[in-house]
């Protein structure tokens, strides 16, 4: 594979609560640790927490087999929120390389140290809270 640049635009935020209305696309999710304000219906993200990659986000959000470890991460008032990224098929794995090792969120432990593809830029736009919205990761 060659130099890539992704565009990546974003959507979120999707409550622990109301996770089921992710949508069904090819991509790549994020995980987040959010304070809820009832009163004024506003979500504040506090930490990204894990970075994924899926054929159908909704499905593998929906029975990840690491969301005991992602509750780990919530203190009293704070729940999980997810925003996501459509991406094509064949280039989903490397986007979430990309993200991970760029961000090294702590639940994540593949492509943390090392990114094994060719260069790649990552553009993102939409729901960008606590993500680098334009880099570019080397193979290492």
Not at 28 to 42: H, P
Not at 121 to 130: D, K, P, Q, V, W
Request: aromatic residues 14%; contains cysteine; hydrophobic residues 35%.
């Amino acid at each position: 594979m060659a130099a890539k640049t992704f565009n990546i635009n974003i959507q979120g935020y999707w409550r622990d609560a109301n996770k089921s209305g992710l949508p069904s696309h090819s991509g790549v999710y994020f995980v987040y640790v959010s304070s809820y304000d009832q009163k004024s219906g506003k979500v504040t993200l506090n930490r990204l927490i894990y970075i994924g990659e899926s054929e159908d986000v909704n499905a593998r959000v929906l029975n990840h087999e690491k969301n005991n470890e992602w509750l780990k991460y919530i203190s009293y008032g704070e729940e999980l929120c997810f925003s996501t990224g459509q991406v094509e098929s064949l280039y989903r794995i490397r986007v979430e390389a990309a993200y991970i090792f760029n961000h090294k969120p702590p639940v994540n432990t593949e492509y943390k140290n090392s990114f094994p593809f060719d260069l790649t830029t990552i553009i993102s736009t939409g729901e960008t809270a606590l993500l680098n919205t334009n880099f570019t990761v080397y193979r290492t």
